[in-house]
């Protein structure tokens, strides 16, 4: 709550290392907030998880015992967050902006209604990638999203994922993230699928021969408050941090896709891992078949947002 003088100090999680986009971005909005109100709202922000899982951490700004996050959605409430990640949602940046912006984006309206159940208020999408395949072994007609691909990739302990893989011709293994890079160096599998190209530059490019940029899947963080103290705040610096947040968004925006690239060519330049170029045809071509044999088996776990999302689409 504001003390006598209408100020606060806040506490904002992030879950990316110090030095990264993420932790500039974080470090620069709240500059912006501590002087577009004149020092009124003060928010400290705590990198690479500092704070604690976020999961963890997303109950405790929930529960108000810190304010604010930047991080994946948790879904330990609520599984229906976990639509954010599925494959093939977005196709390309476009589509991405149109879902998923803060003013009146299908999934947006969605995750901010159900994350207000918790007690939070979603301020902003904060994008990172679109995911890729890394490959060990060259796959097999790889523009084709019909061909056997024969390769054995790790996935993530999700059915959507396990899915996904297994119609794209891949022999899937289920595997936490922790455990891809002994995975890959020992050949108990020969590609991941679930990660975008920054990650598997970071940490097992030595390892990769073919990166498919078929995107895979949207990956975004989300800045969140609890709802009871920016309602507490005036209404003057309540304006100010939407109106702080909606340039926070749209710059995310730019950055990513930039960043993206960057990472596509230094995997290759630094690492001599091809990355297959695809047309939009081609990419479109694999996002078909994902809406129309991998999304009829997660209606079930998802409900009625795959619909709205597919007429918004269409």
């Known amino acids: 709550?504001?003390?006598?003088?209408?100020?606060?100090?806040?506490?904002?999680?992030?879950?990316?290392?110090s030095g990264t986009r993420t932790d500039i971005s974080a470090k620069?909005?709240?500059?912006?907030?501590?002087?577009g109100t004149d020092g009124r709202v003060d928010i400290d922000v705590y990198n690479n998880s500092q704070l604690g899982d976020y999961q963890l951490v997303q109950e405790s700004v929930s529960l108000g015992e810190v304010e604010m996050q930047l991080a994946?959605?948790?879904?330990?409430?609520?599984?229906?967050?976990?639509?954010?990640?599925?494959?093939?949602?977005?196709?390309?940046?476009?589509?991405?902006?149109?879902?998923?912006?803060?003013?009146?984006?299908?999934?947006?309206k969605y995750f901010k209604e159900q994350l207000a159940e918790q007690n939070i208020k979603l301020l902003a999408v904060y994008?990172?990638?679109?995911?890729?395949?890394?490959?060990?072994?060259?796959?097999?007609?790889?523009?084709?999203p019909d061909s056997n691909k024969n390769i054995k990739v790790r996935v993530p302990a999700m059915k959507a994922f396990e899915e996904y893989g297994e119609t794209l011709g891949f022999v899937v293994t289920p595997l936490a993230s922790s455990e891809m890079f002994t995975a890959i160096q020992t050949g108990i599998?020969?590609?991941?699928?679930?990660?975008?190209?920054?990650?598997?530059?970071?940490?097992?490019?030595?390892?990769?021969?073919?990166?498919?940029?078929v995107n895979t899947h949207f990956e975004a963080h989300y800045l969140t408050v609890n709802e009871e103290a920016f309602d507490a705040l005036a209404e003057e610096d309540q304006n100010t941090i939407l109106e702080f947040a909606?340039?926070?968004?749209?710059?995310?925006?730019?950055?990513?896709?930039?960043e993206?690239?960057?990472?596509?060519?230094?995997?290759?330049?630094?690492?001599?891992?091809?990355?297959?170029?695809?047309?939009?045809?081609?990419?479109?071509?694999?996002?078909?078949?994902v809406r129309e044999e991998v999304w009829p088996k997660l209606e079930d776990e998802y409900g009625d947002i795959l619909d709205e999302i597919k007429k918004e689409l269409e």
Do not use: C
């Open 260 to 289: 993206q690239e960057k990472y596509n060519q230094l995997i290759t330049e630094e690492h001599g891992v091809e990355v297959v170029e695809f047309t939009d045809e081609e990419l479109q071509a694999y996002a078909d078949k």
């Open 1 to 17: 709550m504001p003390d006598e003088n209408g100020e606060v100090t806040w506490k904002l999680n992030h879950i990316r290392p």
């Open 189 to 213: 599998v020969d590609g991941a699928i679930g990660g975008g190209t920054e990650l598997y530059y970071n940490e097992f490019g030595e390892l990769g021969q073919q990166i498919l940029p």
């Open 127 to 144: 994008p990172q990638y679109f995911g890729s395949i890394f490959l060990a072994d060259e796959a097999n007609d790889p523009k084709n």
């Open 72 to 108: 994946t959605l948790g879904t330990n409430v609520d599984r229906t967050l976990q639509v954010a990640i599925t494959p093939s949602l977005v196709s390309n940046y476009e589509e991405a902006r149109e879902l998923y912006n803060s003013e009146d984006g299908v999934l947006y």
């Open 246 to 258: 909606e340039q926070f968004e749209e710059d995310a925006f730019i950055q990513a896709e930039e």
């Open 28 to 35: 620069q909005f709240s500059k912006d907030i501590f002087e």
